[in-house]
């Protein structure tokens, strides 16, 4: 049996023209009645007002009270952060305040009803559609993830940097298809993604982007061409494996966007559009945040929108898996949290030579019928993913968290040991440490599945053995708090020691507090520690990694974290081996 994330009509997906640009005979759909501001916009659905949400409840904004279009609308939806959900998410992940939501299937459904009442629109992505991705899309490489992609429409995807969580190699082949370096996966072939991935930003050093990645793209809805330039985080030289982004750098992304506004404008782009995959985040609380509100938004946001082009109207944000619309400098900035749960709806309107913007955000909710074709196809990827998923590996006797108080991981400390265990004797390892990035879902107590550690630790990692002085490993204890805003505490194994977060930077861990294997740490010392080859190769900004000698590769590390559930029997949350002070 093969599954495919088919076309629901004959002249939806998007073609490229003769000039590269990508054309389509779609149209999105508008926010609210025009002449309205952009601050307005939050809560309107459709030309009446909605009905009035319980105090302390964000209305619901979704796709059942669509306004009718004007003459001369073009709309846009976008999405970000995907992460390979394509079953509908759960607890926390599946909602948007109080609104069950998300889900692959329910996300086309709610685009159908958007193309069917405003069929001049364009679907586009803000990137980290894959990568860190429940078992039934990262099993299969992320391919069907791919596949339901170009199933919606998707006409252009700025590269996120979980794209290139396995490297510029991989993410070529996402784009042209083809079987992974391990084998096909399961059902049709696979044949690559039918939209342009974007990353102005992303050059080697004679500024040449990737193979399969292009700068911008040009969309042509309705009669009207925009064009559409795309990033990537700078971050994402710490974010992902060093080996598989070598001689990439990242650039700026406002100079990268600004650079190519000219030859957007030359092809005869009558507005620009930014797909950016970096973001921000509203001040209020999580509970009470509103979809479709601007407050108190992170200094990053507007600092994008004032440093870009004027002729950059619309910039779909990423990254930060939050929500918001916001208009800055002329310009319509918005994110549409993550993992499918909202799709923003940006209206352009081109009168008299001028053009102007609107968004909303529209929840997906799970009260529309969902798309057939798509669950068929989630059907298959689950039974293929079934019996490796449902089989149990170990047993938790309490629950273990991906995060604590502290900044260390209860789980996190769970997998350091399991390093440490699996190293232990063949490479004489003495501590090991895990990244909190890393750690990418609580589990719950009872058995564990396969299903479940493969989404804790979905990135298929090994596990790494090398060398390191007591004073280097002083300097990586320090490193945590290299980014004093958002600390990266590491989960250890082996080692124990005290830090003071309001101490001076390079003072953060206690003196003398510092234990390996009981003992107090020797500075000149060698020590032998285990840690992910992400890790090993100085990700998330751990650069004294990278300075190990005598390095020794061994299992992958959720290999080592079955075998380590299977020997240890029932487990809990270790007693914390690191000490806030």
């Avoid at 929108?305 to 779909?316: C, E, I, Y």
Wanted: glycine share 12%.
């Amino acid at each position: 049996m093969a599954a495919e994330f088919t076309v629901a009509s004959p002249g939806v997906r998007p073609g490229v023209s003769e000039s590269g640009g990508m054309s389509v005979l779609r149209r999105a759909a508008a926010g609210c009645a025009a002449g309205l501001s952009l601050v307005l916009l939050a809560g309107c659905t459709g030309s009446e007002d909605p009905a009035p949400a319980p105090p302390g409840v964000i209305p619901l904004v979704s796709t059942g009270d669509l306004p009718a279009a004007e003459p001369g609308e073009v709309h846009l939806f976008g999405f970000n952060d995907l992460h390979g959900h394509l079953e509908a998410p759960e607890a926390s992940n599946g909602l948007v305040g109080e609104y069950p939501a998300g889900g692959a299937a329910y996300l086309s459904a709610h685009l159908d009803r958007l193309r069917a009442a405003y069929p001049d629109s364009a679907v586009l992505s803000a990137g980290d559609n894959i990568g860190a991705s429940p078992l039934v899309s990262s099993l299969f490489h992320d391919e069907p993830t791919v596949a339901f992609l170009n199933r919606v429409g998707v006409a252009a995807s700025a590269v996120g940097n979980h794209e290139l969580d396995h490297g510029v190699s991989e993410l070529t082949r996402l784009g042209k298809g083809g079987c992974a370096i391990d084998g096909c996966s399961p059902g049709a072939p696979f044949t690559g993604a039918e939209f342009d991935f974007l990353a102005a930003n992303l050059t080697n050093a004679g500024g040449e982007l990737p193979p399969e990645v292009r700068a911008w793209t040009m969309l042509e809805v309705g009669g009207h061409k925009i064009g559409v330039v795309g990033t990537v985080t700078p971050d994402t030289v710490n974010l992902v494996f060093p080996e598989g982004i070598r001689g990439y750098s990242f650039g700026d992304q406002a100079e990268a966007i600004n650079k190519y506004v000219p030859a957007m404008k030359q092809a005869g782009a009558e507005t620009v559009v930014a797909l950016v995959h970096d973001g921000g985040t509203q001040g209020t609380p999580a509970k009470t945040t509103d979809y479709n509100g601007c407050a108190d938004i992170s200094p990053g946001v507007p600092d994008l929108a004032a440093r870009t082009d004027p002729a950059v109207q619309v910039l779909f944000t990423a990254h930060s898996h939050q929500p918001y619309v916001c208009e800055y400098d002329g310009k319509v900035v918005t994110q549409a949290a993550s993992y499918g749960r909202l799709i923003t709806d940006v209206t352009l309107r081109f009168r008299d030579g001028k053009v102007s913007a609107e968004a909303v955000n529209r929840v997906v909710t799970r009260d529309v019928e969902p798309d057939a074709t798509v669950t068929a196809a989630i059907d298959f990827y689950a039974a293929q993913a079934a019996p490796r998923a449902e089989r149990v590996v170990g047993t938790a006797t309490a629950p273990l968290a991906r995060g604590s108080a502290t900044g260390e991981s209860p789980l996190g400390a769970v997998i350091a040991d399991a390093m440490l265990d699996v190293t232990g004797e063949s490479a004489r390892a003495v501590a090991a440490f895990m990244n909190p990035g890393g750690v990418r879902a609580d589990i719950d107590p009872g058995p564990i599945t396969y299903g479940a550690i493969y989404e804790t630790q979905p990135f298929g990692n090994q596990v790494v053995t090398l060398s390191l002085t007591g004073h280097q490993i002083l300097e990586l204890l320090e490193q945590q708090w290299d980014n004093e805003s958002k600390p990266a505490v590491l989960s250890v194994a082996g080692i124990s020691y005290a830090y003071d977060d309001s101490a001076a930077p390079g003072d953060k861990v206690v003196e003398d507090s510092v234990r390996i294997g009981g003992q107090p740490l020797n500075e000149v010392a060698v020590y032998r520690v285990s840690t992910n080859n992400f890790l090993a190769s100085g990700g998330d900004g751990f650069t004294v990694f990278a300075r190990g000698t005598d390095t020794t590769v061994g299992p992958t590390d959720l290999d080592a974290l079955e075998t380590y559930l299977r020997a240890e029997g029932p487990v809990a949350a270790p007693a914390p081996r690191v000490q806030r002070r």
